[in-house]
């Protein structure tokens, strides 16, 4: 059974910085695209970022630029390195393995004020 767990949100001013991080187990994370997701009230989970098994990296154009996704294959943990917070980032985050589809941990709230 796949579980994946986030921690690191908490309430930022705009410009500043935080780190999220999920830790996976259940799965051969070494194998997997890890993503980060995030769903604001009233709007959809929207991907925001994602990182291949060969580390190669992808971001929704929204927080290319300012958002940092990456791994560590031997902690079995994602993270996503946000700087330059806006205030349109509030949102619950949360992270994905394309091994397990549907698969969430509880997410991670972040809120960004102006």
């Known amino acids: 059974q796949v579980r994946l767990v986030e921690s690191g949100g908490g309430l930022a001013q705009a410009g500043g910085s935080l780190r999220l991080s999920c830790v996976v187990s259940g799965t051969i994370f070494g194998l997997s695209t890890m993503s980060w997701y995030r769903q604001a009230p009233g709007n959809q989970r929207e991907l925001v970022a994602r990182i291949s098994s060969g580390r190669s990296t992808e971001y929704t154009d929204s927080v290319r630029g300012r958002f940092t996704i990456s791994r560590d294959n031997f902690k079995n943990m994602v993270y996503l390195q946000m700087n330059n917070l806006k205030p349109e980032d509030t949102a619950v985050y949360y992270c994905?393995?394309?091994?397990?589809?549907?698969?969430w941990g509880q997410g991670t709230q972040v809120t960004v004020s102006t």
């Open positions: 994905g393995s394309s091994l397990a589809p549907g698969s």
